[in-house]
């Protein structure tokens, strides 16, 4: 491999691809990934594993850490709430650390290029090397490089929550194994987002395409089954063979004053999320992947609002489909767990589910 590769701190998307699970992690591969075949992705950069590595040597927080291991008991016989504590104690730590000034300048030239020196909303989340889902931390709607810069640090000190410590453990895995890439990723202003699946998910039908999608951010949490709008494509033809319009009542929105819980206006309640041209196309683009990835594919994406047909759809992430063993619960479940599982984290603090949300 690229030994100058190894070194660099900052790729933009394209620059980086499957080949780069150890570099970047593998959101941030896959997503390059995606960009480099030539399909749309958000206007992105990652800062590398090597970054994370850099920053925990130079700033002394790994020496810190280790010192403050060492008077502790072994973290084998930590309970709960001395794990909590441990875990809140080690994030202190390097979250109170300044980022180097080489790294720090590199990461706010990309910031300045991302969002061209202005106001635009960014995610900063976590990119792990190896698949740990639900460990570590996501933040949304991040506007200023000093803000970005922040939320950097808050992914790396993330692989110190109590879950991911837990984890580490009770797998043999070294405490301090996980560094992370950090994927710098350009909201898109969704009217719509869901998630596809190049495969019926439940019969393993593989004639079929699922799409299932919802008003407004793929963020949003949906209650239960009847709040998503649910289509079945065939995949040779794209002709449509079946649509679901669920009562889609509630949804996320990204607003001046952050991402926050909207009704959904009466008149788009009972209606498709998708017209049948963009049902199509998303369709298309999952079938697409499904091809040159060779095999069946489970594809998030989004929808902008106030771009032009086709230019708006966006994808975010692509991943071998996993085939759910029953039909209980929703298919946008898959595309909510990344919500669900970091709710400690993700920086929606003013997002409040109405009492009639369920999480699933």
Request: proline share 4%; glycine share 6%.
């Amino acid at each position: 491999m690229n030994s100058e590769k190894l070194q660099k701190l900052v790729f933009w998307v394209a620059e980086v691809n499957e080949n780069d699970n150890d570099i970047v992690g593998k959101k941030c591969a896959n997503l390059g990934r995606m960009a480099q075949m030539g399909f749309q992705v958000p206007p992105s950069f990652m800062v590398s594993i090597e970054a994370c590595r850099k920053f925990m040597h130079e700033t002394g927080a790994r020496t810190e850490i280790n010192r403050y291991i060492r008077k502790t008991s072994d973290p084998k016989d930590w309970g709960i709430k001395e794990l909590e504590k441990r875990s809140r104690d080690i994030q202190d730590i390097i979250k109170s650390k300044e980022m180097p000034a080489d790294m720090k300048q590199e990461i706010a030239s990309h910031c300045r290029t991302l969002t061209g020196g202005g106001d635009v909303a960014v995610s900063v989340r976590s990119s792990g090397a190896e698949s740990r889902p639900g460990m570590f931390a996501t933040y949304l709607n991040v506007k200023g490089g000093a803000d970005i810069l922040k939320r950097t640090i808050d992914v790396w000190a993330s692989a110190f929550e109590s879950r991911a410590i837990s984890y580490r453990i009770s797998k043999g895995i070294p405490f301090d194994a996980d560094n992370l890439g950090v994927a710098v990723v350009k909201m898109i202003n969704a009217r719509a987002a869901g998630v596809s699946f190049s495969m019926h998910p439940v019969t393993r039908d593989a004639t079929k395409i699922v799409i299932e999608s919802i008003w407004g951010l793929g963020e949003g949490v949906v209650k239960g089954t009847e709040s998503v709008d649910r289509f079945q494509l065939n995949k040779n033809t794209l002709a449509i063979l079946e649509k679901q319009i669920g009562k889609k009542e509630k949804y996320v929105i990204s607003t001046e004053d952050g991402i926050k819980w909207e009704d959904v206006p009466s008149d788009k309640q009972n209606i498709a999320s998708l017209s049948d041209e963009e049902m199509k196309y998303v369709a298309n683009l999952t079938k697409m992947l499904e091809e040159k990835l060779e095999c069946p594919q489970d594809t998030e994406w989004a929808i902008e609002e106030g771009a032009p047909f086709p230019t708006n759809i966006y994808l975010l992430q692509t991943r071998p489909a996993k085939i759910m063993m029953d039909t209980s619960g929703s298919i946008l479940d898959r595309m909510v767990e990344d919500v669900l599982r970091v709710h400690s984290n993700i920086d929606i603090s003013k997002i409040k589910p109405p009492k009639d949300i369920k999480l699933h």
